[in-house]
């Protein structure tokens, strides 16, 4: 069994940054491509990042100059770089492992339970 381990959500001041981390477990062969998205109160949920296992990385327009997104294939642990935070950028953040292949079976999209961001003036 394959599990999403969000980390490094918290508060954070306008023009701040913070750092998420996820980490997927279990027995892993591959993952195909790895990303983030957000959901902010009263709103859908949308793409914010996304990185394959080769290190291509795609952005949201609102991330974009912003977030960098970095994978580390050996830790099956994908990273999202904030800065410049905005209050808008308030949201619960999921990550998300796509094509991931594992000794007992293979997902084809898999998602963490999410962490908190808050960014406040």
């Not at 997902?107 to 339970?113: N, R």
Request: some cysteine; proline content about 2%.
């Amino acid at each position: 069994q394959v599990q999403l381990v969000e980390s490094g959500g918290g508060s954070a001041q306008v023009g701040g940054s913070l750092r998420l981390s996820c980490a997927a477990s279990g027995s892993i062969l591959s993952i195909n491509a790895m990303g983030w998205h957000r959901q902010a109160p009263g709103k859908q949920r949308e793409s914010v990042a996304g990185i394959t296992s080769g290190g291509v990385p795609i952005y949201s327009d609102s991330a974009k100059g912003r977030f960098t997104i970095s994978i580390d294939n050996a830790k099956n642990t994908v990273y999202l770089q904030m800065n410049d935070l905005k209050p808008e950028d308030t949201a619960v953040y999921y990550c998300t492992a796509v094509r991931v292949v594992t000794r007992e079976e293979d997902y084809g999209e898999l998602w963490g339970q999410g962490t908190l961001v808050t960014v406040s003036s």
